[in-house]
DNA sequence: TCATAAGGCTGCACTGAGTGCCATCAGCCC
DNA sequence: GGGCTGATGGCACTCAGTGCAGCCTTATGA
């Protein structure tokens, strides 16, 4: 279990908790963990919406100001990792390599998310069935998915920067491997965490790469000279996606 | 700012479209339009967050129970066609024309929603920087976002229905296809307004369309395709040389 | 050993969103 | 007219979230 877990709620609050919590992450609150464990243990029990914060602090036996003071909103409190993983990734992509394939280096951050959520099978199975019904909670997830796609796309668009449509390139990339990501997760989840995720994610992440990565449509055959690139196109292709294969395929852009 | 700016205006063929719908309210109700018009006054004069359900009622003379009869919440309010337009397109996309290309389709009905968009620019510009600037009702925005985008990928599920990752592609894709257009619908709103909107989002769908469209398939084999082009060429040679012969090679230029 | 300062925790009071219930008042049909 | 229906208004209530002030624990310094 990880530290923080600021929202982006009523501005200024989250900051100075974040900070404050990253600040000292070797002085782990035990009350934080009391609050969660009991707030899972309510809402599995009787439901998301039937359970009131005072019932959780009731049952964690801590002053109900408390709660809010680990967790900006009841919602939060279902999602205590999240923002710990969210500044990994942007750690993650901000220490980069520019060096690497763009398309690439983001499915590997994606995966980073997968990953914290095969840490905790039996936790994040709970939660998938807890956010599919109630709506309150899917609407929040929403806003927990789109911080991380924006993340990737503000990556993107840093290395797509004066490249033809760069921007709608990366916002487009970016919500493709979130989705492919989602897809695979959730399928992953409904199978209470059985399955393979990494393979399930992996498989679901080459579809992406494949739609947008440069290898597939511009293929290097394995028999030409190193010097020498073909492109396989669609005639009726647009000739700006043509072009953008191609300064891919020579190595450009 | 005019009322007449702020209340979304119903032309003929949507108060039609209301009638025959069967949940939304009643055929013309002047209240909801006046709820919508003085909570838009309030929101650009003092902030949505500063603005109380109460403040709003007082300044358009109705009972604060109303209001929530006509809106769920203080945050639809800022929505107020969105659930029709949502409506429109499940029901284009339910009375398909299975013979048509799928994404091709897909694209068609996001396409719906900027139009929706760009029939009140100036409200649409206004409640743009509203969702910008207040946490809440971008979070809310998300959820308004996914419901579209859901409906796009149920839709793809069922063409792909028995394909080999049939809920994947369609997931993906519909990601893609909402990203492309908001992006082009928020580079529009950006400029207040006053670009070419639907060529600005058909661009962008073409970038799509051109990732998923027709899969590339890659037939590097025997006999091509009458629609594909091959280029080889070498990797130092000049890129405007390349796409010189690249037009000649796809007929054009 | 004690005073003091700091920080975490609690209780309390308050705002505001959202809901359930019932009274009221219009139009409408018999 | 009398009753029915549906839209509206008012009232009281729950609950999330916040600001404030006080308390308690702990560390520090004399």
């Keep these: 279990m990880s530290s923080s ?3 982006p709620r009523r501005d200024g609050k989250a900051e100075a908790a974040a900070a404050t919590a990253t600040s000292a992450p070797a002085s782990k609150p035990p009350m934080r963990d009391a609050l969660v464990a009991a707030a899972f243990r309510l809402f599995l029990e009787r439901g998301y919406e039937q359970t009131t914060v005072d019932d959780i602090v009731a049952l ?5 100001r408390s709660f809010f003071r680990y967790f ?9 990792d999240h923002e710990r ?9 901000a220490t ?6 763009p398309v690439g280096r983001v499915c590997d951050a994606a995966r980073m998310v997968l990953r914290m959520y095969a840490e905790n099978p ?6 998938y069935r807890l956010t599919k019904q109630v709506p309150g909670l ?13 993340a990737l796309a503000e990556y993107l668009r840093g290395r797509f920067a004066g490249r033809r449509d760069g921007t709608l390139r990366a916002d487009v990339i970016a919500a493709a491997v979130v989705a492919a990501h989602n897809n695979a997760l959730r399928s992953w989840l409904r199978s209470d965490g059985h399955g393979d995720a990494g393979a399930t994610v992996d498989h679901a992440l080459g579809y992406v790469r494949s739609a947008f990565g440069s290898p597939p449509q511009a293929p290097v055959g394995e028999g030409l000279p190193e010097d020498v690139v073909v492109v396989v196109s669609r005639r009726d292709a647009p000739l700006w996606r043509v072009v953008q294969e191609l300064e891919a395929a020579l ?3």
Aim: with cysteine; charged share 30%.
């Design 85 to 93: 993983c969210l500044a990994d990734m942007k750690e993650f992509l």
């Design 122 to 127: 039996t936790f994040s199975v709970q939660r």
């Design 72 to 80: 900006p909103s009841k919602e939060d409190v279902v999602f205590p």
């Design 60 to 64: 964690a036996g801590v002053g109900r």
């Design 251 to 253: 190595g450009r852009g």
């Design 138 to 150: 899917r609407a929040y997830e929403l806003s927990v998915v789109w911080r991380y796609e924006r």
């Design 96 to 101: 980069g390599d520019d060096g690497s394939e």
């Design 5 to 7: 877990s600021a929202a």
